[in-house]
């Protein structure tokens, strides 16, 4: 492992003014987006949609640092043959992998899942590294409601998290390590902060007994926020104020970059919240967006699957990816 490569990367990833696109959504998930929109989800759809994402030219090479793909688009060509991963290149962008395969319910604990994915991961890796992956993304999953997260779901999602990092390192890839507390639900912020310091400390823990390399990572938190069905939603100070707390309590400075991740938040909130947290520096670590929702809701409803709408939804996109670069240095205003 060459770690000064590792780290030199993971930087990259989190650079001022520039984010994440994670469009990496599985077969299942695109499907529902693109029924949202009437589109339907083939093959081709799904390159035609995601080529227009990698060609917007302003997006990809002000605010875009990385791109998450899918194993299905990271083996796909553009329309005139360029391979997909090549368009990210040539952008300046990193192109990057989920390498996870779902979940599945943890034996023992109703309601709770477990991330899988593990076997064979070593020779998928190799393969993602020739085809251009430089980093991997792999996403936990801790809910929250009576009685969860129990302390067995936390443990063994961190665990594999741990597993799949040092994978990744081996294979000179950076991990983004994703334990993601859901925002669905009725619980307060503060029930949030809790659960998610429970999750990161543990997290960490196992990173460490796993030998895994801080300085060579992302990690990619929700942030410390209401519930969604929670009768009392924490303003965007709160939320910044309480993330920072959080992250700082829990995230070593060895850590080049934390992502965030949108969970279901609206595009605006996301941006602002992002904006909010760097009202609060000095940060010790870069701190920038990794989003999926909020950074395509606006593209895919402007595209629609019409050729005809590729322009509107690249000018959608770009829009979103320059709000989102300028929260990443609390330069921006609503
Ligand atoms: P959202 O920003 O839509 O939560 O997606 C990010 C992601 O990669 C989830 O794994």
Redesign the pocket.
Known sequence: MNLTELNRIATAMVVSGKGIL?A?ESSGTIKKRFDAIGVESTEQNRRDYREMLFRAKDAMSQYISGV?LYDETIWQDAKDGTPLVRLIEQSGAIPGIKVDEGTQALPMCPGELVTVGLDRLAERLKKYYERGARFA?W?AVIDIGSGIPSMTAISVNAHTLARYAALCQAAQIVPIV?P?VLMDGDHDIDRCYEVTSRVLNKTFQELRVQRVALEGMVLKPNMAISGKKCPKQASVEEVAEKTIRLLKACVPAAVPGIAF????QSDEEATAHLNAMHKLGPLPWGLTF?????LQAAPQKAWSGRPENVAAGQRAFSHRARMNGLASKGEWQS
């Open positions: 994670a990496d998450i993304k996403r994703e993601e991740l949108s969970g279901g990794s989003y999926g929702r909020a």
